[in-house]
């Protein structure tokens, strides 16, 4: 019997039927107190075995998880491929990560265990083992009798650092909470849906989101606000599950609102928003005269609500998604509802062109990663940028076939490119492609039935109880905590000396292939920003 048990970087992915090595061995490592770090245990047997124990032996037992990554089925890899992905091919990709002790294994099939400690903020500077046991008996009148008892160790030194805890920016990834229902097999804003909301929240916040879309008013039945009009005409509104969703974000950590689009993609209509249903009657469809005197009843009210729960300075509000060029005039027609409201609030959204924010008709213009830098040259605006399925030439992403290594730097992308704001449309969308349309399960249609390339739409999948995160999420993750990194350093030193100690530029270039290839840059950087950190640092 031949046994393989190699300890990995966390950006080491392997893949099942990865032939060779599947890298280096990382048998050590550095984190700080405060931070989340993981490492990979790949596993590989030429027999099967049934249920493999795995026990992780950690200083920190009530902080340290272990988790499968299980395989993703893709038939839609994507439709553009530079030279910095792993792979371009249909397939099965490890990617939804499963809390589990036990493993099965497949003859000549790679495993991949994803190990992972949350240090806390009050560990003292020192050097940990990291133990990981395998074992496994297999039934005596099984010829051959087969039997596992091995062990790694993974050496974890930790600084005599705090990982700040700031938030270095404003950071969006939308979450579609009628998806959430649909995989908890319950009715949007039960209780039980509240339940699964918050977990998602909780996991959402953990990995760095601090801003939240809040759909305030959507077609289908995830919508917040509740509304009645009268017999002579007259709008009454019910914003109980707004102040719910407020409160429910704010206890874990989430205190940025960015109200959901008041209108379709100019491309998608004339100028009015969805239908809308109340009551179980529909609206608007086509009444665009309706539809604005309904809006100009709300928004005096909704002014009132955001000054009585203190949002004044929380909240943004989206237009319409993606204007192009040739539609300024039409985006100028819709952003003139914003002056129903008694007082100015900034309006948030994605686009292409420089001409919105140049023209004054957007206040937190989002460029796509690869339009940030023209929108830094031509405006002022505060910096923002995003990517979707468009974005995939030699730029950070989270499509599946990319390597985790470029998945994670879009942190030092936000650095280098000094953001105020970043913002991706896909925390959750489990949909075969349409925004109201069926609810898939990601992990059997990674694609989105063949919509969207592969992990383009999420990045955790629906657990029984709350979220499951993915290999990419974590990735993201640990992307969140290289800024950080960064920061405290241009905080220490100066953003000048700090791009001089780093050999980073100060550019909103996205192309960072340089980090695409494997942990090694990653380590080298953390290295040189840890040092510069100690540097006359007084020890404990």
């Known amino acids: 019997m031949r046994f393989e048990a190699l300890l990995l970087d966390s950006l080491n992915r392997v893949f099942p039927g990865d032939q060779g090595p599947p890298g280096p061995e990382c048998l050590r490592g550095r984190a700080l107190a405060g931070e989340t770090f993981s490492f990979h245990l790949a596993l590989r047997c030429d027999q099967a075995i049934g249920a493999l124990h795995i026990e992780v032996e950690s200083p920190w037992p009530e902080h340290t998880q272990g988790r499968e990554a299980e395989l993703a089925v893709v038939r839609y890899p994507g439709y553009y491929f530079d030279p910095y992905h792993q792979c371009s091919t249909p397939g099965l990709y490890p990617d939804r990560l499963r809390e589990t002790r036990t493993l099965r294994l497949h003859p000549?099939?790679?495993?991949?265990?994803?190990?992972?400690?949350e240090m806390p903020r009050e560990t003292a500077a020192g050097h940990y083992p990291i133990g990981v046991a395998m074992r496994y008996a297999g039934p005596t009148d099984d010829p051959p009798h087969v039997e596992i008892d091995e062990r790694r160790e993974f050496q974890l030194e930790v600084p005599d650092l705090v990982l700040p805890a700031e938030q270095p920016l404003d950071l969006t990834r939308w979450l579609h909470p009628s998806f959430i229902a649909a995989a908890g097999h319950c009715d949007v804003w039960s209780e039980r849906h509240w339940e699964l909301l918050h977990n998602y929240l909780a996991n959402y916040r953990r990995h760095g989101g601090n801003m939240i879309l809040t759909p305030l008013w959507a077609p289908d039945c995830a919508k917040l606000l509740e509304a009645r009009a009268d017999?002579?005409?007259?709008?009454?509104?019910?914003?109980?599950?707004?102040?719910?969703?407020?409160?429910?974000?704010?206890?874990?950590?989430i205190d940025r609102f960015e109200f959901s689009h008041i209108f379709d993609p100019i491309d998608r209509g004339t100028g009015r928003w969805r239908a809308l249903t109340f009551g179980g009657r529909e609206y608007f469809r086509e009444d665009p005269a309706g539809y604005e005197a309904f809006f100009a009843a709300l928004a005096p009210q909704l002014e009132r609500f955001i000054g009585e729960h203190g949002l004044a300075e929380q909240v943004c509000f989206h237009i319409s998604d993606e204007p192009r060029l040739d539609q300024v005039e039409e985006y100028r027609a819709r952003?003139?509802?914003?002056?129903?409201?008694?007082?100015?609030?900034?309006?948030?959204?994605?686009?292409?062109?420089?001409?919105?924010?140049?023209?004054?008709?957007?206040?937190?213009?989002?460029?796509?990663?690869?339009?940030?830098?023209?929108?830094?040259?031509?405006?002022?605006?505060?910096?923002?940028?995003?990517?979707?399925?468009?974005?995939?030439?030699?730029?950070?992403?989270?499509?599946?076939?990319?390597?985790?290594?470029?998945?994670?730097?879009?942190?030092?992308?936000?650095?280098?490119?000094?953001?105020?704001?970043?913002?991706?449309?896909?925390?959750?969308?489990?949909?075969?492609?349409?925004?109201?349309?069926?609810?898939?399960?990601?992990?059997?249609?990674?694609?989105?039935?063949?919509?969207?390339p592969a992990g383009d739409a999420f990045v955790v999948y629906p657990g029984e109880d709350g979220p499951l995160d993915s290999l990419r999420h974590e990735a993201l993750l640990e992307g969140f905590q290289d800024l950080r990194l960064l920061r405290a350093a241009e905080r220490k030193i100066g953003r000048a000396a700090a791009l001089a100690l780093t050999g980073l530029c100060d550019t909103a270039d996205p192309d960072l292939h340089e980090f695409y290839a494997g942990a090694s840059a990653y380590r080298e950087l953390r290295d040189t920003l840890i040092a510069e950190l100690l540097q006359g640092k007084e020890p404990k």
């Open 335 to 452: 952003r003139k509802f914003m002056d129903y409201f008694p007082s100015p609030h900034p309006v948030i959204d994605a686009m292409f062109d420089t001409v919105y924010p140049r023209s004054g008709l957007v206040d937190l213009p989002v460029p796509a990663i690869k339009n940030a830098a023209d929108f830094q040259a031509e405006t002022a605006n505060p910096r923002w940028c995003y990517y979707f399925c468009g974005s995939h030439h030699r730029c950070p992403n989270v499509f599946m076939t990319m390597p985790l290594a470029r998945v994670r730097a879009w942190g030092i992308f936000a650095w280098q490119a000094a953001l105020d704001g970043f913002l991706h449309w896909g925390y959750n969308f489990w949909s075969n492609g349409d925004e109201y349309g069926e609810s898939i399960d990601p992990a059997a249609n990674a694609d989105s039935g063949e919509c969207f």
């Open 108 to 117: 000549g099939q790679w495993k991949l265990y994803r190990i992972t400690l």
């Open 231 to 253: 017999g002579r005409g007259q709008w009454h509104f019910d914003f109980a599950r707004l102040e719910r969703w407020i409160e429910t974000c704010r206890e874990a950590g």
